[in-house]
């Protein structure tokens, strides 16, 4: 399902009935809505949730890899079919982007929700990456956890295949708010707006300089060409001219 409220997209996994799982038909669509998203000057944010209150996504739907195991079909592990991968699709996005995790986030689910930029979750949420009990890989998880936590964290999540509650994520850094469930939905549009009242060009360079100067040497990330210079746009211009008059400023995105 796709809405919008101003400059906010919000993206719902909708297959409540199978806890939001990531069917193969879901994966492709999911990912042209965040490319959709990505491409449109009027989104400025994009939530990611889930249909229902059980669980934001529970990752691969199994029934349908076990039904393609019983037909003979040959298992493709994930990137390596001729679809973009949905992981990447949402990382690489230059739209600033949010999860809002209402409940179970598991295998694939919390790893579409590692690669959102910030992620919010219910108190009752509940995390982690199982596919060790289930003799999977888990790829994505296993190069985005060291990134964002201590490394016996990001072990600690693959090695155990345990689930976790949001608070312990929320301390470990990997989350950045827990509020209560029934709270959800209006605190992701509230930070989603809040990031969306900002000028565009600027949130966009500071994402782009953040996370593509990860893998680079501290003055090589301060050379880095990344497009758009918000201090030669239009908008730099109207938020000084904003503030010296009091008021809100009107964003251009030039």
Known sequence: MVRDDGFVRTLTINRPERLNALS????????????????????RAIVLTGAGDRAFCAGADLKEIA???????AFRRPGRGPERPLFEVVLECHTPTI??????????????????????????ARLGIPEAKRGMGANFASVMLPRLAPLGIALELL???????ASDLARWGLINRVVPPQELPAA?????????????????RMKDVATRGLGLSFSAALRLDFGPDPYLSE??????????ERRQPRWQGR
């Open 24 to 43: 193969r038909a879901v994966r492709a669509r999911l990912a042209e809505e965040v490319i959709r998203a990505d491409e449109d000057p009027g989104v």
């Open 67 to 73: 039904a393609g195991d019983q037909a003979g079909e």
């Open 99 to 124: 999860a809002a995790i209402n409940g179970y986030a598991v295998g694939g689910g919390f790893e579409l929700a590692l690669a959102c930029d910030l992620r919010i979750a219910s108190e009752t």
């Open 159 to 165: 090695f155990t295949a345990e689930l976790f509650p």
């Open 188 to 204: 992701a549009a509230a930070f989603a707006a809040q990031i969306a009242a900002n000028a565009p060009l600027s949130v966009r």
């Open 235 to 244: 908008d730099r211009k109207e938020g000084v001219r904003a503030f010296v």
